[in-house]
């Protein structure tokens, strides 16, 4: 059975920073595209960003320059790398993968997903 495991959210203050992972089990993604995405309280789940199996990456606007998506084959686990943290990226967070190569902002075009983990930044 494909899954997928989130760690790393927790507590930090605006500013700081933490790094999620993603490890997939029971079957490879090789040539997946990842991606993840955040939901808030009382919000629609929204895109992150996405990495193609060959490294190429996109972010949200909201992410760029902040957040860093890394991925290791070999391990089957993906990275999110998250600077400067703001009040406003608190959220649960999701890995997704995809059968498609391409990358893609949407969610409807993610086939697995984590349960996610929640990443909470206070003042």
């Known amino acids: 059975q494909e899954q997928l495991v989130e760690s790393g959210g927790g507590l930090v203050q605006t500013g700081g920073s933490l790094r999620l992972s993603c490890a997939a089990s029971?079957?490879?993604?090789?040539?997946?595209?990842m991606g993840w995405f955040r939901q808030a309280p009382g919000k629609e789940r929204e895109f992150v960003s996405t990495?193609?199996?060959?490294?190429?990456?996109y972010y949200a606007d909201s992410v760029k320059g902040r957040f860093i998506i890394s991925r290791d084959n070999a391990r089957n686990t993906v990275y999110l790398q998250m600077n400067s943290l703001k009040l406003e990226d608190t959220a649960v967070y999701y890995c997704?993968?995809?059968?498609?190569?391409?990358?893609?902002?949407?969610?409807?075009?993610?086939?697995?997903w984590g349960q996610g983990t929640q990443v909470t930044v206070s003042s």
């Open positions: 997704a993968a995809r059968r498609g190569i391409g990358l893609s902002t949407s969610r409807a075009a993610y086939d697995y």
């Open positions: 029971g079957r490879t993604f090789t040539g997946h595209a």
């Open positions: 990495i193609s199996w060959s490294g190429v990456t």
